[in-house]
């Protein structure tokens, strides 16, 4: 069974353009759309509207309407809904078990400030096992034009980074973009140097010719699986978000990793992921991996 591309929504600007973003994500793919909305019973409401049917009426609604307009914004794009009646984050976690991409609507003030995290995006992030891509409002498909690449940090080896840059891979496969695969390093502390590190570092001819050596290596197999795609392999000292960032002005997506592993204090986003998503100027795209 395909997996769909499943977009939140509620009712806000950020998911409008979330949802925008994830029918044209569909579309490239040939995957099917899905939308989920998370409601919850106000016994308060007026006119009518404190009674419970009257408001699942209207949410239903609500979700059918925008699943009309995109159907006859891209006729032949196959749309479900759901609407469940319970916490959003709860019911976003449960709807991202099934998606090939969950993605979530985020308030943004430009550039500078880039996507403000609420609490819900945070607990999804930390949890979901499957990608999530945060997106702005005001996002536009010109943003999304030939020539504009999409960004992806390499960390590890190859099998640490094989999910994130499988997904920006297949990304700029379907939109008929670039990867610039991006390896940020610093030089380690003197306790951090080992004799296996140090004669693997000599091997390459130095630090930075080992960590180049290190991104083509993780590249390769993606490369081979992607042919068609061009790709830019970027390493430059720094940290990851700092290098990422600087990189960024002309990417129309970031894509990012995260741990997926839970600590003492619960599942976390992770410092590069989440410097990222508080700064990047276009959609981020956080891909959890082992």
Known sequence: MTRPI????DGSEESLAALAWAAREAVRRGTPLHIAHAWRFDPRGGGGEGDREAQEKWVLDAVAGAARTL???HPG???TTEAREGDAADTLLAVSADADTLVLGSRGHGAVVGFLLGSVGQQVIAGATRPVVLVRAG???SAEASGREIVVGQQGDEEDSAEVLGFAFATAAA????VRAVRAWTLPPVFAYSPGSLRLADEAGGLEPY???ALEEAVRPWRERFPDVPVVEHVEMGSAGQVLLAVAGGAQLVVVGRRARRTAVGARIGSVAHGVLHHAPCPVAVVPHA
């Open 6 to 9: 499943t977009a939140g929504l």
């Open 77 to 79: 794009l196959e749309v």
């Open 139 to 141: 996002d536009e498909a």
């Open 71 to 73: 159907t006859d914004r």
């Open 175 to 178: 939109r008929g973009a670039s």
């Open 211 to 213: 960590e180049r050596k």
